[in-house]
């Protein structure tokens, strides 16, 4: 994930948002565009989405849950 800018990281994660169901703010386009570039976001006629790529590239980065740390 270090190669995510914080925009990128952030739209990637309204879009994780967005895949759930949630209401989210507008993706900046150029962080969008960057996100597909890397294979973690596609653009169709409804808008910007993520990509199984995407959600575990999400899922790695937040590690394991609390509980298993102590």
Known sequence: MSDLT???????RNLARKHAGE???FVNI?????LTELGL?????EGWSITPEG???LAA???PPAWLNP
């Open 41 to 45: 976001a596609v653009r169709s006629q």
């Open 55 to 57: 959600s575990a590239l």
């Open 61 to 63: 980065a937040s590690g």
């Open 6 to 12: 914080e925009g990128q990281l952030h739209a990637l």
């Open 23 to 25: 209401a989210v703010p």
């Open 30 to 34: 150029s962080d969008a565009r960057r």
